[in-house]
């Protein structure tokens, strides 16, 4: 390309030294025995220790136009080289997912709308997440998400480990739409992923799957590299609907009554460590998940028990317990 990056390389195995010839110039990319300009940016490097007969420069100059036209239909550059993979599908597919992140922030997820210059550089590393091949990346800097088609493969049957590398590089959250496998179903896909973002986002912290440590507050920003999936959509949108229960507010503090007295931040405390036991399946997920040790873990839910007479071993007690403290958690996030 126009900085000197080598965009694909043609080392035929039949071809004597054809690989070491490569290595050398990526190490060096001065190691080159022609070099014609392409129209436009770029050029086409003739490698090897030989140096170029008469037909080698013939005919590097007749194909120097059709390689241009050729990266420029494929990979056009909306800013700084920045690979534009078309609106197609990845060769390597099916089965393909979607993927979704914000690109400029959203009014309620709390963080920091990355300048042009930003978006163009998280753009260029999304572009070398994986080979066109296998990932494409869709609409430009302009655009309010960023968007990919992602092929995958027996390692990676759901997306899950791509989508996971997305919202690394991006530092955002990414939701991930179920495969598919026919090419009229990728818009389908694409509203499917988005869906799932914005009934996530709506949810706050509260919709996210955070990795290890401290839980985020409700209504902080859902965690840095978080994935969604859109097979949880139903179970997002019935969680953001909890507030809409007749009666589920009031019904929801009076269950909770036992730990609504005292200070604010002794309130939330024995709310957050409530939904940590009740989210975890043992005290050192729900410990890690609060970022406090074990054994204050239990101290804390021994505390509770004794003061509310409730038994987390109840599974009926533990669903009420469930709705009730993200009803009221939503309510005071909201407030």
Same mark, same amino acid.
């Given at each position: 390309?126009?900085?000197?990056?080598?965009?694909? @390389?043609?080392? %035929?195995?039949?071809?004597?030294?054809?690989?070491?010839?490569?290595?050398?110039?990526?190490?060096?990319?001065?190691?080159?025995?022609?070099?014609?300009?392409?129209?436009?940016? /770029?050029?086409?490097?003739? @490698?090897?220790?030989?140096?170029?007969?008469?037909?080698?420069?013939?005919?590097?100059?007749?194909?120097?136009? !059709?390689?241009?036209?050729? @990266?420029? *239909?494929?990979?056009?550059?909306? /800013?700084?080289?920045?690979?534009?993979?078309?609106?197609?599908? %990845?060769?390597?597919?099916?089965? $393909?997912?979607?993927?979704?992140?914000?690109?400029?922030?959203?009014?309620?997820?709390?963080?920091?709308?990355?300048?042009?210059?930003?978006?163009?550089?998280?753009?260029? *590393?999304?572009?070398?997440?994986?080979?066109?091949?296998? @990932?494409?990346?869709?609409?430009?800097?302009?655009?309010?998400?960023?968007?990919?088609?992602?092929?995958?493969?027996?390692?990676?049957?759901?997306?899950?480990?791509?989508?996971? *590398?997305?919202?690394?590089?991006?530092?955002?959250?990414?939701?991930?739409?179920? %495969?598919?496998?026919?090419?009229?179903?990728?818009?389908?896909?694409?509203?499917?992923?988005?869906?799932?973002?914005?009934?996530?986002?709506?949810?706050?912290?509260?919709? $996210?799957?955070?990795?290890?440590?401290?839980?985020?507050?409700?209504?902080?920003?859902?965690?840095?590299?978080?994935?969604?999936?859109?097979?949880?959509?139903?179970?997002?949108?019935?969680?953001?609907?909890?507030?809409?229960?007749?009666?589920?507010?009031?019904?929801?503090?009076?269950?909770?009554?036992?730990?609504?007295?005292?200070?604010?931040?002794?309130?939330?405390?024995?709310?957050?460590?409530?939904?940590?036991?009740?989210?975890?399946?043992?005290?050192?997920?729900?410990?890690?998940?609060?970022?406090?040790?074990?054994?204050?873990? !239990?101290?804390?839910?021994? *505390?509770?028990?004794?003061?509310?007479?409730?038994?987390?071993?109840?599974?009926?007690?533990?669903?009420?317990?469930?709705?009730?403290?993200?009803?009221?958690?939503?309510?005071?996030?909201?407030?």
């Amino acid at each position: 390309d126009e900085r000197g990056t080598a965009v694909a @390389l043609h080392a %035929p195995a039949t071809v004597t030294g054809a690989a070491a010839a490569a290595a050398r110039y990526l190490a060096q990319p001065r190691h080159v025995a022609l070099r014609v300009p392409l129209p436009g940016a /770029g050029a086409i490097a003739l @490698l090897g220790p030989q140096p170029p007969s008469d037909l080698d420069r013939a005919v590097a100059e007749r194909v120097a136009p !059709l390689i241009a036209l050729e @990266l420029g *239909r494929s990979s056009a550059s909306p /800013g700084r080289g920045v690979p534009a993979r078309g609106e197609g599908l %990845p060769e390597d597919g099916p089965p $393909w997912a979607v993927i979704v992140g914000r690109q400029v922030g959203a009014a309620s997820d709390g963080v920091a709308t990355p300048t042009r210059e930003e978006r163009e550089r998280i753009r260029e *590393r999304l572009a070398t997440l994986a080979p066109a091949r296998r @990932l494409a990346l869709r609409g430009d800097v302009t655009s309010r998400e960023y968007r990919l088609v992602a092929a995958l493969d027996a390692d990676d049957p759901r997306g899950v480990a791509i989508a996971g *590398r997305v919202a690394a590089t991006i530092g955002r959250p990414a939701a991930l739409s179920r %495969p598919f496998s026919a090419a009229e179903e990728r818009s389908a896909a694409e509203a499917e992923a988005r869906a799932t973002l914005e009934a996530v986002e709506a949810l706050g912290a509260e919709g $996210w799957t955070a990795p290890p440590g401290p839980r985020p507050s409700p209504g902080s920003p859902p965690p840095q590299g978080a994935v969604v999936v859109a097979e949880r959509l139903p179970a997002y949108r019935l969680l953001g609907e909890l507030h809409n229960l007749p009666n589920g507010l009031r019904l929801a503090r009076a269950l909770l009554a036992p730990l609504l007295s005292g200070s604010p931040a002794a309130q939330s405390r024995d709310l957050e460590t409530l939904r940590a036991v009740l989210a975890h399946p043992g005290a050192a997920a729900a410990a890690d998940a609060l970022g406090v040790h074990r054994n204050t873990l !239990l101290y804390r839910v021994g *505390r509770i028990e004794r003061r509310t007479g409730w038994r987390f071993d109840d599974p009926e007690l533990r669903l009420a317990l469930s709705v009730a403290v993200r009803i009221v958690q939503n309510a005071e996030s909201s407030a």
